[in-house]
């Protein structure tokens, strides 16, 4: 398994630029580094020097790179779809649709360069994969899809069983599933089947991204007040996934100005201004960025105090919502929602209490 | 109807700037403007000067202001789909499942974000809508949300009752119709009534986005050339849903220097440089925005000489795709697919041939 990498921040801190320079200093160290780009556009290649292509290209010593194309992903996505439907549809339906016609929808492109990151991450190739993407809200719901996904499919699942729809669809699954399908199902393990292997992917996908080892963010900010102002929002939404960000990288010309206390304990590195295709200086100010010290915990429950603390720094209190309900908590901020289990035996208590404190939201359950 | 504009172009190239400049403007010759960002962070907020909020507040004399918020949104549009679902359904299941804990999968937003640009332009109290989107692809994949919708529609109604899938789950439409929903569907009928209100939606949308006076993009740069790269890849990109771009506004601080023959036919405006809240110098060197001269039109077909033309500057021929796996024929440029239906009497011809020409593609059929 891969370290994967990211850097977000305001459109023009210099995301791209540290991206680059980042895959050049490890893949200097020996490290077998993939940078990824999600900016089809011919920019991230220009700024990279690089004419890059829809499949890992080598561009140096332990360093490849790739742009990532959802019309070129949409095709090996589309063949995989096709099979997993003649593996379980009696007379498939879908043969005659072509990966080459479908048009991208929006989150479609999000869901599959996920898809890709993952394919890299898993093929043992690389040892870092470095993912410069919108470096926004899209990058943590892009990271939050395993998680989010889970919650949609406990939740409705729960739901449809419960319900009446789902009471009166009962007799016709059987009959309906012995006419369509290659296997006979039940009511009960109609669609178990096939979700399986989604859901051991969205486990996998979920833990990795709880795993510093495995998911990393860096946030890149200039010395203006919009920059850093997104740069903390964007700090707090990163825990709203469960994503550690592990330092500050400050475009600001050798000055980090008092951005040390605006972000403790994260650990502030400034970068020279450099002109042109300096990367030397850029990589050698660099900090050490795949054990960063010093990451606060996205949360932690501790179940014999009946206490949930959630760190959220970047917001304050009118920002953060909390609410119960559904069967779980949920927490909204940085216009993410969370759904949090307890765990046993603390599961389905409500809410006692909320304090914010010192940018940690506690919960008393 | 109002007219929503909107800025494509690279992070940092000031977009935000340009938008809030352009909204100050307008709304100072008496056109009731409201200014929509899609960043929930606060960073906008700064750099207007106003703390802003899910709904639109009024900052000035025919200025209002929104942020959208997918969580805020998302709790609006759950209310209409569970109305929706008490319509149909004999026992609505959705009832128990609150609009407050939905969590936000990309695409989502986006999806809601366009819905929320359709109500605030129907709503008859504004002349202009000035989207401050992510000013890059998403942004036009938001715009082609109807023309993609209304293509998977068709193709895969067409699928389905063509296919042994379709054949098979016929018998069983009218007793579950039957015994789930207010109303029984034959199945012809089914699901025919609840699209019928989405495709006229959609019709609304896809005619908007073709229509200038309805949606127009303006192009922002620097004097940076993976900025300019980037512009030019958007310009092209636009045309692939139809959006008109309206011209070029260059943050060059007033030079335009060869910006003119890199996007000929628009017309490029050189902005000075300005520092702070320098808004009356922005405003009096931006160009009137509404009704731009010299836009191409994105496709013409003329039927008798059995050509289809689509603009597509910014692009060369290698990077355009044309297929015709389906029933329609695709383009495929700018990472985004582009099928189209030709009139009566082209329908279903094949591609006889195809030539790129002064940044158009030339079909013939």
């Known amino acids: 398994m891969a370290q994967v990498l990211t850097f ?3 459109g023009g801190s210099g995301r791209s630029t540290v991206a680059i320079a980042a895959a050049k200093k490890l893949s200097g160290e020996g490290v077998r580094v993939l940078l990824v780009s999600s900016d089809p556009s011919p920019a991230f290649g220009l700024i990279l020097g690089v004419n890059l292509e829809g499949d890992p290209l080598n561009i140096g010593a332990n360093l490849w790179a790739v742009q990532l194309q959802a019309t070129h992903l949409i095709e090996k996505a589309w063949e995989e779809v096709k099979q997993l439907e003649a593996k379980y549809l009696r007379s498939p339906t879908l043969k005659n649709v072509y990966g080459q016609e479908l048009s991208i929808f ?8 996920l898809n890709a990151i993952r394919e890299y991450n898993t093929s043992g190739q690389y040892d870092v994969i470095i993912y410069d993407g919108s470096g926004d809200l899209t ?28 009471k009166a669809l009962s007799p016709f699954v059987q009959p309906v599933s012995a006419a369509l ?12 089947q096939p979700t399986q292997e989604v859901t051991s992917l969205l486990d996998q996908g979920k833990a990795a991204l709880t795993d510093p080892k495995q998911v990393l963010a860096y946030l890149v900010t200039t010395e203006q007040a919009s920059a850093i102002a997104q740069a903390q929002y964007l700090w707090g939404s990163a825990q709203q996934v469960g994503l550690s960000v592990g ?8 000055n980090s100005g008092d951005l040390a206390s605006q972000f403790a304990p994260l650990t502030v590195t400034p970068l020279p201004r450099t002109t042109g295709d300096d990367w030397q200086t850029l990589m050698e100010a660099l900090p050490s960025l795949q054990n960063p010290a010093n990451i606060p915990q996205p949360i932690t429950i501790d179940v014999s105090a009946r206490q ?3 760190f959220l720094p970047g917001f304050d209190k009118k920002q953060v919502k909390l609410t119960q309900y559904g069967p779980e908590i949920t927490i909204e901020a940085g216009d993410q929602r969370r759904n949090i289990t307890l765990p046993h035996p603390l599961t389905g208590c409500p809410v006692k209490g909320a304090k914010f404190q010192d940018s940690y939201l506690v919960i008393s359950v």
Chains 1, 2 share one sequence.
């Open 8 to 10: 977000l921040g305001k």
């Open 106 to 113: 929006p989150g479609m492109d999000t869901a599959l360069y």
């Open 139 to 166: 990058t943590l719901r892009m990271l939050g899809i395993p998680e989010n996904a889970s919650w949609y499919f406990r939740r409705f699942r729960q739901v449809f069983r419960e319900s009446d729809f789902g």
């Open 181 to 192: 399908f290659n296997v006979s199902w039940s009511f009960d393990d109609f669609a178990e």
């Open 247 to 254: 330092g500050v990288i400050a475009n600001t010309g050798g």
């Open 308 to 310: 949930v603390r959630v």
